[in-house]
């Protein structure tokens, strides 16, 4: 499978299978097309008139070569590669901990209910949280390494169970051979200098909640009594980055119907000073006035497209620039890709494992696949207690992978995405094996972009 397209002045051809990636010139491009079902003499004859007989016939041996090499018009190699992927052992490597159910703001997009996720607000005492973190190294078999992601509503709010749950991870490392890469998410409204100074000990990566702008920020994310929090969060947010040296963190935002225009949102973030962001687009039904909606693609691809633009143009004044402290750069999440190595066979074909390797943990020690479907019924998969005992569920999830859902099949993207997100498929069509269409077209216009600034980084 060949996908071509042409973005900010490139003609990029990417073979799907074998995942790499060709800049060409116009002849190749429009040829690329009739290659497969056509001779060289009827190639000739279809673009003679646009372009010289030898120039088609050198063209055409360039592309055979191609072929050959294994370098476009590859075969699928990986569907075969299912039954194993179905069948390997479950070795859980993930916990989502929600170690909050409450939260001190009230985001207005917020899945979570302002924490309460369809029940009530609670935290997670340390027991709880103890006997996750023993199921995680018990269900871990062989793996080392181990992450847990400290989640809510809002982690900071039960800072103290934070705490010694890090503790007592440090200590199961020492006595049964893991490593725990711990992680946290939070809105930073209690994010003070006891917090800094544990998260950058402790947390191999910490997600700062903030959507850009200040009138957009605070649109949705408020306190409970309406007040705004970009002007409270922000000042720490910048001051933690700093003290990470702008690594091992994402400022982490949501653009909107009402914020279409999000690539004034993600600069504003890097003109602040932040060097890792995220801007990602709500998920939400057609009923709510902030949805994103089919006929805001255009606006948002155009958007994506000038973002993708102005991050190669800062790129290369950087790299003239001598003075650190003057570069301009920033990394944006959903344009990272990486086109040499990247995930294994396995992740390319199933994504974050929700479900098998990937779970998510309530304050009472519920089990279910991940954060997003915590909460709702039919999807409890157990305890921390007695382990996994909705095991056809885990099934179900075990078996969720490109080739499973119809719609994946034939689209170029699907070794990015990896499918999709289970839970978006589930509360858009009621099932975890078909997709959610609006984000597919976001998906696909986000890995163009990325492969049009791989290409011209590479000039």
Not at 254 to 275: K, M
Not at 373 to 390: D, H
Request: hydrophobic share 35%.
């Amino acid at each position: 499978m060949v996908h071509q397209y042409k973005n900010n002045g490139y003609n990029i051809v990417l073979d799907v299978n074998s995942g790499a990636v060709h800049v060409v010139d116009d002849l190749a491009y429009d040829m690329i097309p009739l290659f497969e079902g056509s001779t060289k003499e009827e190639i000739v004859r279809s673009l003679c008139q646009r372009y010289p007989k030898e120039e088609i016939e050198e063209g055409y041996g360039e592309l055979r070569e191609l072929k050959e090499s294994g370098q476009l018009f590859t075969e699928d190699a990986y569907e075969g590669y299912i039954g194993r992927l179905a069948k390997r052992p479950t070795v859980v490597k993930a916990l989502c901990l929600h170690v909050s159910h409450d939260c001190n703001l009230a985001c207005r997009y917020c899945f979570a209910e302002e924490g309460e996720y369809h029940g009530r607000r609670e935290r997670m005492p340390f027991e709880v949280g103890k006997a996750a973190l023993d199921f995680l190294v018990a269900n871990s078999k062989n793996r080392r390494n181990l992450e847990v992601d400290f989640f809510g509503g809002e982690p900071l709010m039960n800072f103290g169970v934070v705490k010694q749950l890090v503790a007592y991870g440090r200590e199961l490392e020492k006595s049964h051979g893991k490593n725990f890469r711990f992680t946290l998410t939070t809105n930073g409204v209690l994010l003070d200098e006891e917090a800094m100074e544990f998260c950058n000990r402790e947390m191999a990566n910490v997600v700062l909640s903030l959507d850009g702008r200040k009138e957009v920020n605070d649109k949705m994310r408020p306190f409970p009594n309406g007040a705004g929090s970009y002007d409270l969060i922000t000042p720490k947010f910048l001051e933690f980055a700093k003290r990470r040296k702008q690594e091992k963190y994402y400022v982490r935002g949501t653009y909107t119907h009402d914020s279409l225009d999000f690539s004034r949102d993600v600069l504003h973030l890097a003109d602040l000073g932040f060097r890792q962001i995220s801007v990602e687009p709500v998920v939400a039904q057609p009923t709510e006035s902030y949805a994103i909606r089919e006929e805001d693609l255009p606006y948002l691809f155009a958007e994506y497209d000038k973002l993708a633009a102005e991050m190669v143009e800062r790129e290369k004044r950087d790299r003239k620039e001598p003075d650190p402290s003057r570069r301009e750069g920033f990394q944006f999440f959903h344009f990272m890709i990486d086109l040499e190595g990247g995930p294994c066979v396995a992740k390319r074909l199933s994504g974050c494992g929700s479900g098998t390797e990937y779970l998510a943990v309530t304050p009472r020690g519920d089990l279910y696949p991940c954060h997003q479907f915590v909460g709702q019924e039919g999807f409890l998969m157990g305890n921390v207690y007695e382990g996994i005992q909705n095991i056809e569920l885990q099934n179900e999830f075990k078996c969720c992978n490109v080739y499973a859902k119809e719609k994946c099949r034939n689209c170029f993207a699907r070794f990015y995405c990896s499918g999709g997100c289970a839970a978006n498929s589930y509360q858009f069509h009621g099932n975890i094996a078909d997709v959610y269409e609006i984000g597919c077209e976001l998906q696909r216009k986000r890995v163009e972009c990325a492969i049009m600034i791989k290409a011209a980084l590479a000039e």
